[in-house]
């Protein structure tokens, strides 16, 4: 099976999801000339609204490949979304438990089943200040070099400005633009015969990851910075700087408790006669 039938559940989340979409954002979609009309196949997206999601589905949608998007398992228990998440085909990703290798079994297998399985491959909502994609997780290039198939680099823009990361109130008017770019598959073919190291899935994923943010680059007009934000270094500076920080109040604190401790007194000098008795 080249393509996934599309199915009662996408058909009628679609019925439900784009006539809002169509009234809160505007579309700028590009690139879906590289999204494969056979067989199977991984995109990468970059993640910064809880809307872009259903914007992303949408715009997959269209190409007539829908995705398999790998989601939080506790989303698969919701009554009416839980069905939905089912009856579309999702991945439950179950984190820290015996279950967590079954997404990457399950998207595997979609892949050689020959259908499309997206990625977030940051694994969450970018942190970066200003919106770029940081570090990744390596599930997408675990995939991808296990199958060998097609790794579609997409960018997208705009929906996190109706809905800013972490944000729970929307930004409605004026009305935001969804800017979608899907790039040409990523060359990944020099990973294929070395061993599926840790240092080799990590360094894949960077080159994956530096395809989506070059996408994004020319979606925006500027620069990404040169260094990813990685949140896990970030994590470390702030506990060294607050380290740094309590140290001298420490300190200060240690000083001024001896301050307060008085001086022991002076022993008195014994007085020693001739004779050598102290009196």
């Known amino acids: 099976m080249s393509r996934r039938r599309i199915g009662f559940w996408y058909r009628f989340a679609a019925v439900i999801c784009k006539p809002p979409l169509a009234v809160l954002i505007k579309r700028d979609w590009r690139g879906m000339e590289h999204i494969p009309a056979d067989g199977g196949f991984i995109t990468a997206v970059n993640h910064n609204s809880h809307v872009d999601p259903f914007a992303y589905a949408h715009y997959q949608y269209n190409t007539g490949r829908v995705p398999r998007f790998l989601a939080k398992s506790g989303l698969f228990k919701k009554g009416f979304v839980g069905a939905a998440m089912r009856g579309t085909g999702q991945i439950p990703v179950y984190r820290e438990s015996t279950d967590a290798l079954s997404a990457f079994r399950a998207a595997i297998e979609a892949v050689e089943k020959g259908e499309c399985v997206a990625f977030y491959p940051e694994g969450t909502l970018t942190r970066d200040p200003d919106g770029w994609p940081m570090t990744a997780k390596t599930g997408a290039a675990r995939v991808a070099l296990q199958t060998k198939c097609p790794v579609v680099p997409v960018a997208q823009w705009g929906v996190n400005e109706l809905l800013p990361p972490y944000a729970k109130k929307p930004h409605l008017f004026p009305r935001k633009t969804h800017h979608v770019l899907a790039g040409p598959p990523v060359d990944l073919s020099r990973f294929y015969d070395r061993e599926m190291t840790a240092d080799v899935l990590r360094e894949a ?5 530096a395809a989506v943010t070059r996408q994004l680059e020319e979606i925006r007009g500027e620069k990404a910075p040169a260094v990813p934000y990685d949140p896990r270094r970030e994590r470390i500076e702030q ?23 008085p001086a ?9 006669t001739e004779g050598g008795s102290g009196k």
């Open 205 to 209: 994923t960077e080159v994956i990851m």
């Open 239 to 261: 506990r060294r700087r607050t380290r740094a920080q309590s140290a001298p109040a420490a300190q200060s604190a240690e000083a001024k408790v001896q301050d307060t401790v």
């Open 264 to 272: 022991p007194a002076a022993e008195a000098t014994p007085t020693v």
